[in-house]
């Protein structure tokens, strides 16, 4: 039986404890998992993936990883840092998969844009960011995502990512010098 | 004088530069108009891209997520979702497979008398595999192409 963890201890050390429990079996100690995590995965996808079913969808294979990754897990680094290496894959896999169905289907679907007349002027400004956000190329577009809404730095990207920092640091200049030109003015 | 890079400005917005290399570029903005306007510039992109609030529907994906390990081994979400399109994808390919094939043994030796007309009236259509023994549907996927490949390889 494993013993109680103090809520209030290191984070990572919490998540570790969480994760033995995990791959003892321990179903709930998966669901606090969850709770702690979900949130975050299921922005980084949204705003990745641009719907929300598609990143309900990654956080649910996500975890179910985390489950299925429990037993041969060694807490040699953050568990987010993991996490994340894990939530990139699987967001990267699935943009591949709707680039192919768009492919085959010859036509995409209209996205959602926020901005209708009944807007408010704070969901037009945060449509117009996600538009503009949207329209990166997809690798400019993860780094944007996971460096500036995510707070992850350029070495914990380029973990998440396996892409060398120097590259990432082009894709994060870039992609903030177009975000610039496109947001310019726009009162944003 | 060395300007401030594009990558320190970010570094230094984003709080990521040790304390030394944030003194040396604070120094030099501080006599650097032009270092001082890109680095307020990103600051300024950086506190307006916190405009995209994205607030997430209210769904109990824990719940979820714990039925579905309870059930054991699951078909992937993505495939649930892509399967009607599969199957429409194998019937396609199956129909053009035997109706290229109908129309090779049409083109056979001996039963061209039979068949003909409707040889000529259905030329090889596009994305059909036309070469001798092969039948399928011409499909082909490009990989996740992205301008800055090169640059993130």
Same mark, same amino acid.
């Given at each position: 039986?494993?013993?109680?963890?103090?809520?209030? @201890?290191?984070?990572?050390?919490?998540?570790?404890?969480?994760?033995?429990?995990?791959?003892?079996?321990?179903? !709930?100690?998966?669901?606090?998992?969850?709770?702690?995590?979900?949130? &975050?995965?299921?922005?980084?996808?949204?705003?990745?993936?641009?719907?929300?079913?598609?990143?309900?969808?990654?956080?649910?294979? %996500?975890?179910?990883?985390?489950?299925?990754?429990?037993?041969?897990?060694?807490?040699?680094?953050?568990?987010?840092?993991?996490?994340?290496?894990?939530?990139?894959?699987?967001?990267?896999?699935?943009?591949?998969?709707?680039?192919? =169905?768009?492919?085959?289907?010859?036509?995409?679907?209209?996205?959602?844009?926020?901005?209708?007349?009944?807007?408010?002027?704070?969901?037009?400004?945060?449509?117009?960011?996600?538009?503009?956000?949207?329209?990166?190329?997809?690798?400019?577009?993860?780094?944007?995502?996971?460096?500036?809404?995510?707070?992850?730095?350029?070495?914990?990207?380029?973990?998440?990512?396996?892409?060398?920092?120097? !590259?990432?640091?082009?894709?994060?200049? &870039?992609?903030?010098?177009?975000?610039?030109?496109?947001?310019?003015?726009?009162?944003? | 004088?060395?300007?401030?890079?594009?990558?320190?400005?970010?570094?230094?917005?984003?709080?990521?530069? %040790?304390?030394?290399?944030?003194?040396?570029?604070?120094?030099?903005?501080?006599?650097?108009?032009?270092?001082?306007? &890109?680095?307020?510039?990103?600051?300024?992109?950086?506190?307006?891209?916190?405009?995209?609030?994205?607030?997430?529907?209210?769904?109990?994906?824990?719940? !979820?997520?714990?039925?579905?390990?309870?059930?054991?081994?699951? %078909?992937?979400?993505?495939?649930?979702?892509?399967?009607?399109?599969?199957?429409?994808?194998?019937?396609?390919?199956?129909?053009? @497979?035997?109706?290229?094939?109908?129309?090779?043994?049409?083109?056979?030796?001996?039963?061209?008398?039979?068949?003909?007309?409707?040889?000529?009236?259905?030329?090889?259509?596009?994305?059909?595999?036309?070469?001798?023994?092969?039948?399928?549907?011409?499909?082909?996927?490009?990989?996740?192409?992205?301008?800055? =490949?090169?640059?993130?390889?």
């Amino acid at each position: 039986m494993a013993e109680p963890f103090p809520p209030d @201890g290191d984070p990572n050390l919490r998540d570790a404890e969480r994760m033995r429990r995990v791959a003892d079996g321990d179903s !709930a100690a998966l669901g606090e998992l969850m709770q702690t995590h979900q949130a &975050r995965v299921l922005q980084t996808a949204y705003r990745f993936l641009g719907s929300w079913d598609a990143a309900e969808d990654i956080v649910q294979e %996500t975890f179910l990883r985390v489950h299925r990754a429990a037993p041969a897990y060694r807490p040699s680094a953050a568990f987010t840092t993991w996490l994340y290496r894990l939530v990139v894959n699987l967001c990267w896999d699935q943009r591949r998969r709707t680039a192919r =169905e768009r492919r085959l289907r010859l036509s995409l679907p209209g996205e959602q844009v926020v901005g209708e007349s009944d807007a408010t002027e704070q969901q037009e400004r945060a449509a117009q960011i996600r538009n503009a956000v949207m329209a990166l190329p997809d690798r400019q577009r993860l780094a944007v995502i996971l460096h500036r809404f995510d707070g992850l730095s350029h070495r914990a990207i380029a973990d998440a990512t396996g892409w060398s920092v120097s !590259a990432i640091e082009s894709c994060l200049v &870039r992609a903030y010098a177009t975000l610039r030109k496109v947001l310019q003015g726009k009162d944003v | 004088v060395d300007h401030v890079n594009a990558r320190q400005v970010i570094r230094h917005v984003a709080g990521e530069l %040790t304390p030394d290399e944030r003194a040396r570029i604070d120094a030099h903005a501080a006599a650097c108009a032009d270092c001082r306007a &890109r680095i307020a510039q990103q600051q300024a992109l950086h506190a307006a891209l916190a405009g995209w609030t994205a607030e997430p529907p209210s769904v109990d994906l824990t719940a !979820a997520t714990l039925r579905r390990l309870d059930a054991g081994p699951a %078909t992937p979400v993505w495939r649930i979702r892509l399967a009607p399109a599969m199957r429409v994808a194998a019937a396609v390919v199956v129909g053009v @497979g035997v109706g290229y094939a109908a129309g090779r043994w049409a083109r056979a030796p001996g039963t061209a008398d039979r068949v003909a007309p409707v040889v000529e009236a259905t030329p090889p259509s596009y994305g059909l595999l036309s070469e001798p023994g092969v039948v399928g549907l011409w499909v082909t996927y490009d990989e996740l192409t992205d301008p800055d =490949e090169e640059d993130a390889s």
